[in-house]
Antibody, heavy 123, light 110 residues
Framework: QVQLQESGPGLVKPSQTLSLICSVS??????????WSWIRQHPGKGLEWLGD???????????SLNPSLKSRITLSVDTSKNQFSLKLNSVTAADTAVYYC???????????WGLGTLVTVSS | QSAVTQPRSVSGSPGQSVTISCTRN?????????VSWYQQHPGKAPKLIVY???KRPSGVPVRFAGSKSGNTASLTISGLQADDESDYFC??????????FGGGTKLTVL
């Protein structure tokens, strides 16, 4: 059974960089047919897909994100550790959210999720 | 990008059926049969309950049924149980090679 787990600081100061890692167990991120995503949820709000990657291909970012957000996101992968990561620089209070990593199944759905990690941006 | 439109809340009594709608346009919900639904209990991660509009992952009861007509997808939960009380989100693949989620619907079991 594939399991995902997010890790990273729960508190980030404004203007700093938010860095999160998603560790995958029970399966390899290099297994063909799966994309690996980051999704966030503002407190009490809906979900927002940030982007995903395929291990042998390019990384995709949500084209509908606010340009100021899109320009600050970087997704990367470390296949040797079976992890992938999210970096969001120059954070503001608006980036306070629960951040989830998830696997995209072969039929355009998110079939496995991490538990999520709350990141608060505050001085 | 606006979220897919869902009712903010629905309610029903145990044993009854409720339907949650998910509406946007023909570049996402109406254009692809890649609508999925997620159940999210408070403080928990979302759980996939329907994908490809009508399919259920293994272990999801048949009480959860998805459908679609035009630009509106729907999730019907029949035989309501207390544990069904939760937030429900729909999600659709889009013509921009991305995903858009609904704003979420809070289901209350009376």
């Amino acid at each position: 059974q594939v399991q995902l787990q997010e890790s990273g600081p729960g508190l980030v100061k404004p203007s700093q960089t938010l860095s999160l890692i998603c560790s995958v167990s029970g399966g390899s991120i290099t297994t063909g047919g799966y994309y690996w995503s980051w999704i966030r949820q503002h407190p009490g709000k809906g979900l927002e897909w940030l982007g995903d990657f395929y291990f042998s291909d390019s990384t995709s970012y949500n084209p509908s994100l606010n340009p100021s957000l899109k320009s600050r996101i970087t997704l990367s992968v470390d296949t040797s550790k079976n992890q992938f990561s999210l970096k969001l620089n120059s954070v503001t209070a608006a980036d306070t959210a629960v951040y989830y990593c998830a696997r995209v199944g072969g039929w355009y759905m998110f079939d496995h999720w991490g538990l999520g990690t709350l990141v608060t941006v505050s001085s | 990008q606006s979220a897919v439109t869902q009712p903010r809340s629905v309610s029903g009594s145990p044993g009854q059926s409720v339907t949650i709608s998910c509406t946007r346009n023909n570049t996402d919900v109406g254009g692809y049969d890649f609508v999925s639904w997620y159940q999210q209990h408070p403080g928990k991660a979302p759980k996939l309950i329907v994908y490809d509009v009508t399919k259920r992952p293994s272990g999801v009861p048949v009480r959860f049924a998805g459908s679609k007509s035009g630009n509106t997808a729907s999730l019907t939960i029949s035989g309501l149980q207390a544990d069904d009380e939760s937030d429900y989100f729909c999600c659709s693949y889009t013509d921009r090679y991305s995903y858009v989620f609904g704003g979420g619907t809070k289901l209350t079991v009376l």
